[in-house]
């Protein structure tokens, strides 16, 4: 896992890749020099455009780890409450009908 923690501090983004000058620039200004192989390589732009998007790419990051939380959060919530419903139902069904398991086991044997 990548520890995000690391890259707090860093310059906020959006970040330009100009292939023509072989730098980075952010919004504030500031130049950050590509230094991604050789000039000559099909990859270096790629790989400088992959490094111009490193704070989109970083909070894509976070975002995902938050609605991730939310998702896992919401289905523990969500698996307490069928829980505590199928216990409910089956309280009443014993209740009601005291021998509704037993006789829907039988019918579930007989229907495989």
């Not at 938050?66 to 069904?93: D, H, P, Q």
Request: aromatic share 10%; hydrophobic share 35%; glycine share 4%.
């Amino acid at each position: 896992m990548i520890d995000t923690d690391k890259y707090e501090g860093h310059t906020e983004g959006p970040w330009c890749y100009y292939h023509s000058n072989q730098f980075i620039e952010t919004e504030e200004g500031i130049h950050l020099f590509t230094n991604c192989g050789d000039i000559d390589d099909p990859a270096y732009d790629a790989n400088s455009e992959l490094v111009a998007d490193a704070p989109l790419l970083l909070a894509e990051v976070k975002r995902l780890r938050e609605e991730k939380t939310f998702l896992w959060e919401t289905y523990l919530k969500e698996s307490a409450e069928v829980k505590r419903l199928r216990e409910g139902i089956n309280e009443v069904m014993n209740e009601c009908w005291p021998n509704a398991t037993t006789m829907m086991k039988k019918l579930m044997e007989m229907i495989e």
